[in-house]
């Protein structure tokens, strides 16, 4: 074999590897990943709490912080799901707005719209 052969089945290893190894990455994402939809750069997000409350249902938490320069302009919504997997339908799932100041760390709070909701999705974009 001649050094151009080898130095490419090296390389074509390498990059092998290297292409394995960034599949299993999103093994290291954060917990809420599963539940969040943000594709944003602004916000870190730090935690997502969820509990329940035997009247109205699952209560949500989520904490993040700015890293922007300047004043970020974030719309957010919750939509929830019902066990089979069907949307609740709920005006608590509509667009609401919320400001946030460089480097502030903010909470945004939301209640289920009852108890057959018991799985959501968290959507956030930026303005």
């Known amino acids: ?3 151009l052969k080898r130095i490419m089945v090296v390389f074509g290893l390498a990059l092998l590897v290297a292409c394995a190894g960034g599949l299993h990455q999103g ?3 954060p917990a809420w990943t599963a ?3 943000y594709d944003g750069r602004y916000l870190d997000i730090l935690e997502l709490r969820e509990w329940s409350d035997p009247e109205t249902g699952t209560k949500l938490m989520l904490r993040a912080e700015s890293k922007a320069m300047t004043t970020v302009r974030i719309s957010f919504r919750v939509l929830w799901y019902r066990a089979d997997g ?3 339908s ?4 509509k667009w609401q707005e919320r400001t946030i100041e460089s480097g502030q760390t903010v909470e945004i709070v939301q209640s289920a719209p009852g ?3 018991v799985d959501y999705r968290f959507e956030i974009t930026e303005k």
């Open 27 to 29: 093994s290291n994402a």
């Open 90 to 93: 709920t005006v608590l799932g």
């Open 1 to 3: 074999m001649t050094n």
């Open 86 to 88: 069907q949307p609740v």
């Open 115 to 117: 108890p057959e909701a």
């Open 35 to 37: 539940h969040v939809s």
